[in-house]
């Protein structure tokens, strides 16, 4: 069992960053691949990044490459979420997952655990 905690967002200006933290408990963290996934108001939730097990393989939708970068700190079970050149369109919900079978293509239904979601909001 694994429990995800998200926390560092907030409401920033279009132009401005944000880094997303995602805390999970538990002994096995570098089992796990980790993704983070937004959902906007009245759109379904969607696919942002996700990273290998080891942190050495990364993989991006098109919308955040080049301003998103995903990375994660073994030693403190944590991943995290560095958003850069923010636009209004990143406003959203984002939850961080892991998931078991360490693909960072899979689905988001493959994905094992999931936080709680963190609000991200980017005024114009």
């Known amino acids: 069992q694994v429990q995800l905690v998200e926390s560092g967002g907030g409401l920033v200006q279009a132009g401005d960053s944000l880094r997303l933290s995602c805390a999970a408990s538990g002994r096995t963290f570098s089992s796990y691949a980790m993704g983070w996934f937004r959902q906007a108001p009245g759109k379904e939730r969607e696919f942002v990044a996700a990273i290998s097990r080891s942190g050495g393989n990364t993989n991006y939708a098109d919308s955040v490459k080049g301003r998103f970068t995903i990375s994660r700190d073994n030693a403190k079970n944590t991943v995290y979420l560095q958003m850069n050149s923010l636009k209004p369109e990143d406003t959203a919900v984002y939850y961080c997952?892991?998931?078991?079978?360490?693909?960072?293509?899979?689905?988001?239904?493959?994905?094992?655990?999931w936080g709680q979601g963190t609000q991200v909001t980017v005024s114009s």
């Open positions: 997952a892991a998931n078991s079978k360490g693909s960072i293509y899979i689905p988001m239904t493959w994905y094992d655990y």
